[in-house]
């Protein structure tokens, strides 16, 4: 594994069941844990419980980076394309690649921020893309071919 908390190479992950794959996609549609839970007609428990063995599996902190990691391992089904939004720059590239590999902290350290900035760009992104949260950013950038398989921890 790499030393960057949000990336896992390829090659060392470990299957997840179907029910996992589930909730993982759940946390990709950037719904609230409450509506997770109750599109997958699972209690809140069980939910969180699923969450803990799908870290523990892909060995990764962060849902976003877990949702990209989960793609790069083919786990989770490749997403239609789609137009962006809007224009994103070189600097919200990299950002949005930082989300999908790090966390905010660590982006914020990357970057030389304070959490409160870092975390303030990341809403901004997050606004422009029409994510609901970093985990559906992911799947946004995915969707918009800003994401794939070229994207690892830098």
């Known amino acids: 594994m790499s030393g960057i ?5 390829v090659k060392d992950f470990t299957r997840l069941t179907a029910t996992e794959v589930r909730v993982l996609e759940a946390v990709a549609d950037g719904l609230t844990n ?3 839970a109750e599109r ?5 428990g069980t939910y969180v419980g699923h969450l803990t063995s799908i870290r ?4 990764v902190s962060g849902r ?6 989960a793609y790069l391992n083919g786990q989770l ?10 224009d994103f720059s070189e600097e919200d590239l990299r950002l949005w690649h930082l ?6 902290k660590e982006i914020g350290q990357r970057l030389n921020l304070s959490e409160h900035t870092t975390r303030g760009r990341i809403r901004d992104l997050m606004k422009r893309a029409g994510a609901r949260s970093e985990s ?3 799947k946004l950038g995915r969707a918009y071919r800003v994401l794939g398989a070229e994207v690892t921890a830098r």
């Open 5 to 9: 908390s949000g990336y896992r190479r």
């Open 56 to 59: 523990g599996k892909l060995l």
């Open 40 to 44: 997958l007609s699972m209690g809140k």
């Open 136 to 138: 559906h950013l992911v």
């Open 34 to 36: 409450e509506k997770r």
């Open 64 to 69: 976003a980076a877990q949702v990209h990691t």
């Open 99 to 104: 989300v999908a590999t790090t966390t905010a």
């Open 77 to 86: 089904a490749r997403t239609e394309a789609a137009d962006a939004p809007a």
